[in-house]
């Protein structure tokens, strides 16, 4: 059974993050570069909240707001629902899933370790059903003795 830590550790240490003082269109920017999803709002050294293509997209575009004049702050979710390490893969996808949400802090003793996304956990669920049939594939075919 895979963990959150198992993530992490196969994602670069950097996790992008940007100021609630910044535009959304900066947000916007940033993610384009990294091909990413979602941004985590740094204010100084303190997490205070999650921007994502979704927030953009509900909050921005459909109110007839612009993400040039809007600032992250206005539309970063700050509910955030997060996981510790030692949370499992499968404890992750329930929450994604139940609670509809596509990324999640991973915070450890109240410290930020970094963020996953609903891709991370999928990759990881069928990585571990991809070895799960490698493994009973090699005991069927005789390869263990």
Do not use: W
């Amino acid at each position: 059974m895979s963990h959150v830590r198992d993530i992490l550790d196969g994602k670069p240490e950097k996790v992008h993050s940007i100021s609630p003082d910044a535009t959304v269109l900066d947000a916007l920017k940033l993610m384009s570069e990294r091909e990413i999803g979602a941004l985590i709002v740094m204010d100084g050294k303190k997490v205070a909240g999650v921007i994502s293509e979704r927030d953009y997209a509900r909050k921005i575009i459909l109110q007839g707001k612009t993400s040039k004049d809007t600032l992250v702050k206005e539309v970063m979710s700050t509910n955030l629902y997060h996981v510790k390490p030692e949370n499992t893969v499968e404890e992750c996808m329930v929450l994604m899933t139940g609670k509809h949400v596509r990324h999640l802090p991973v915070f450890d003793k109240g410290k930020f370790m970094g963020i996953i996304s609903i891709g991370d956990v999928v990759k990881s669920i069928i990585s571990h059903k991809e070895f799960l049939i490698d493994q009973l594939s090699n005991y069927i075919s005789g390869g263990y003795s």
